[in-house]
């Protein structure tokens, strides 16, 4: 067990993210883009942010999606972490170079293989994927979108468009979990987010959500036409918490079939998201 990927990630895992474990709904393999794009209960400030990121069609078509992040806190180390997913199933897996441990998400059920980390494969499995693919997941099924007109960004005091993200019950493995969209009223791109936990084996007994975080989006690329982030800053109580960089990514790369077979000496995850 590599001590410093667990020092890092377990501040990520218990206050960075929502439980990204699985916020898709089996209606999402049959809907079209374009069914998504033009549901006359989304804001128009979500479609055009969808559009400033390269639109929905065009990762829609995207077979699968991957990248490479570093996640590191103020004076701590740096853990990297490479993540594969399917874009129709929101199947996953992670390898963490420099160790020989992985996860592995098939839909229904989370693995881990030679892992020792005191936090859920289930909840990792696609914890990331959700911070930098949000504008799109804007339009997942499921998702209650309500815009709240103008507001300011704490962290830099700009002026923003907010839209407020909930989901309805039993969408996935932690309905209640939020986000509230901040969206440049220049550029129309997704500028940062407030979000909560609500992952429940991540909790205290008793404890409803960990208190709100605030990302900012702090660099980003064009791939494949979309406009993605390479970086953003998590805030706590307007201070620094942490920091991600996003390299390598690609769209439409092969997905490893024979990783979603279980090998012998992995173990289940069966911790509980509610």
């Known amino acids: 067990m590599n001590l410093r990927l667990t020092g890092a990630c377990l501040l990520l895992l218990t206050l960075v993210a929502s439980s990204c474990g699985e916020k898709k709904t089996a209606e999402q393999d049959n809907q079209e883009p374009a069914q998504l794009e033009t549901a006359s209960d989304v804001p128009s400030i979500v479609l ?31 853990t990297v972490s490479r993540v594969m997913v399917d ?62 007109g103008t507001g300011v960004l704490a962290v830099d005091s700009s002026q923003c468009e907010i839209v407020m993200m909930t989901f309805a019950p039993g969408t996935g493995d932690t309905p209640d979990d939020y986000y509230r969209l901040y969206i440049d009223p220049v550029t129309k791109r997704l500028k940062a987010c407030d979000y909560v936990v609500t992952y429940r084996a991540l909790l205290p007994e008793g404890v409803k959500s960990t208190p709100e975080h605030t990302l900012v989006y702090e660099s980003f690329e064009t791939v494949n036409g979309l406009h993605v982030p390479t970086a953003y800053t998590i805030y706590e109580q307007g201070m620094v918490y942490a920091t991600c960089r996003i390299r ?27």
Request: charged share 20%.
């Open 48 to 78: 055009d942010m969808i559009e400033a990121h390269g639109g929905m069609v065009n990762w829609r078509n995207a077979s699968t999606v991957s990248f490479e992040d570093e996640f590191s806190t103020p004076g701590g180390p740096a």
């Open 248 to 274: 390598d990514w690609k769209f439409g790369a092969a997905f490893e079939e024979s990783r979603m077979a279980m090998p012998d000496s992995a173990v289940v995850d069966t911790t509980r998201p509610r």
């Open 87 to 148: 874009q129709r199933t929101r199947r996953a897996y992670i390898d963490f170079p420099g160790t020989d441990m992985s996860i592995a998400w098939d839909g229904r059920k989370a693995w881990g293989v030679n892992w020792t980390a005191p936090y859920p494969p289930r909840f990792l499995a696609l914890l990331n994927y959700y911070f930098v693919n949000l504008p799109w997941l804007a339009l997942d099924p499921g998702v209650n979108l309500a815009q709240k």
